[in-house]
């Protein structure tokens, strides 16, 4: 029996659903024939990867660590056989936030100059891996590195200097510089999703009392824009998102945040290598 793309589809819609029964339903098929088609997949790999003895269905240990490869490999198909894509083969650059801040439109530029065939796609996606864990993008650059299943490759691009983002109506707004000790009293945004800003930033005894969490970069301004809420991020932010009512501050007594680049092994596109080298020359 050979294993083919419809079995790596059962087992992600059975993963997504928690159930076969509605796993078989939203692929209209029948429960035992999706049944069949899970025991395939187990029976080739040679390991058991859903644990179907309760009641609602869990992934063991090894489904789980195949579940991010099952995805990245559906993604990968999904991506060569897009119609709207035939033809060229974009490189697709991932972040999560702020890309490369001032920096971006460099990248763009110097990449499109030198590789006019080879599309560049700046994705914004919000996920702590910028999707490269799920194959939806071939480099990212980020801001929080994260352990992956699989092989991916990593290098330190730049640090950036921690800003304050406060409403551009308050008092903080006007100050030249604000301390961790300023923001303590506001309540503090926090991107619980793709964020580097937790509270453990504060030093004891100047941990703000109230915080409200957001999932995206959007939210985030959003919530301090409207005049209660106050903000930690880097200078990126403030050169790709300028926001009439948000003031940026330089921060003092906060570390930088490091900057990175980082793809799998093997690329996943043939022209990782010219990317990454763009990158190191563009942040150095």
Same mark, same amino acid.
């Given at each position: 029996?050979?294993?083919?793309?419809?079995?790596? /589809?059962?087992?992600?819609?059975?993963?997504?659903?928690?159930?076969?029964?509605?796993?078989?339903?939203?692929?209209?098929?029948?429960?035992?024939?999706?049944? /069949?088609?899970?025991?395939?997949? &187990?029976?080739?790999?040679?390991?058991?990867?859903?644990?179907?003895?309760?009641?609602?269905?869990?992934?063991?240990?090894?489904?789980?660590?195949?579940?991010?490869? #099952?995805?990245?490999?559906?993604?990968?198909?999904?991506? @060569?056989?897009?119609?709207?894509?035939?033809?060229?083969?974009?490189?697709?650059?991932?972040?999560?936030?702020?890309?490369?801040?001032?920096?971006?439109?460099? @990248?763009? /530029?110097?990449?499109?100059? #030198?590789?006019?065939?080879?599309?560049?796609?700046?994705?914004?996606?919000?996920?702590?891996?910028?999707?490269?864990?799920?194959?939806?993008?071939?480099?990212?650059?980020?801001?929080?590195?994260?352990?992956?299943?699989?092989?991916?490759?990593?290098?330190?691009?730049?640090? &950036?200097? /921690?800003?304050?983002?406060v409403p551009a109506d308050s008092d903080l #707004?006007?100050?030249?510089?604000?301390?961790?000790?300023?923001?303590?009293?506001?309540?503090? #945004?926090?991107?619980?999703?793709?964020?580097?800003?937790?509270?453990?930033?504060?030093?004891p005894g100047t941990t703000p009392a109230r915080?409200?969490?957001?999932?995206?970069?959007?939210?985030?301004?959003?919530?301090?824009?409207?005049?209660?809420?106050?903000?930690?991020?880097?200078?990126?932010?403030?050169?790709?998102?300028?926001?009439?009512? @948000?003031?940026?501050?330089?921060?003092?007594?906060?570390?930088?945040?490091?900057?990175?680049?980082?793809?799998?092994?093997?690329?996943?596109?043939?022209?990782?290598?010219?990317? @990454?080298?763009?990158?190191?020359?563009?942040?150095?």
């Amino acid at each position: 029996m050979t294993v083919d793309l419809r079995h790596l /589809r059962a087992f992600l819609a059975i993963a997504a659903e928690g159930s076969i029964t509605r796993a078989a339903t939203s692929l209209r098929l029948t429960q035992p024939a999706l049944s /069949r088609t899970l025991r395939q997949l &187990e029976e080739h790999l040679g390991v058991r990867l859903a644990d179907r003895s309760t009641h609602h269905l869990e992934l063991t240990p090894a489904g789980r660590a195949f579940h991010e490869r #099952a995805r990245a490999a559906v993604a990968a198909v999904d991506e @060569v056989l897009d119609p709207a894509r035939a033809g060229s083969w974009p490189l697709r650059l991932g972040h999560a936030w702020s890309a490369l801040g001032a920096r971006t439109t460099t @990248v763009l /530029r110097e990449w499109q100059a #030198a590789h006019p065939l080879i599309p560049l796609q700046l994705l914004r996606i919000d996920d702590r891996t910028a999707g490269l864990a799920q194959g939806r993008t071939d480099v990212v650059v980020l801001r929080d590195p994260v352990e992956l299943p699989g092989e991916v490759a990593s290098l330190l691009l730049a640090t &950036e200097a /921690r800003v304050a983002a406060v409403p551009a109506d308050s008092d903080l #707004a006007r100050r030249e510089v604000c301390t961790l000790a300023d923001l303590s009293d506001w309540t503090v #945004a926090l991107n619980t999703v793709t964020g580097t800003t937790t509270l453990d930033l504060w030093p004891p005894g100047t941990t703000p009392a109230r915080t409200v969490e957001v999932a995206n970069t959007d939210d985030w301004l959003a919530a301090i824009s409207a005049g209660r809420t106050v903000g930690v991020t880097s200078t990126a932010t403030a050169a790709t998102y300028p926001y009439p009512a @948000v003031a940026y501050v330089p921060l003092t007594g906060a570390p930088p945040i490091e900057l990175h680049v980082a793809w799998r092994e093997p690329p996943s596109h043939p022209a990782t290598a010219d990317l @990454v080298a763009l990158l190191r020359a563009v942040c150095n």
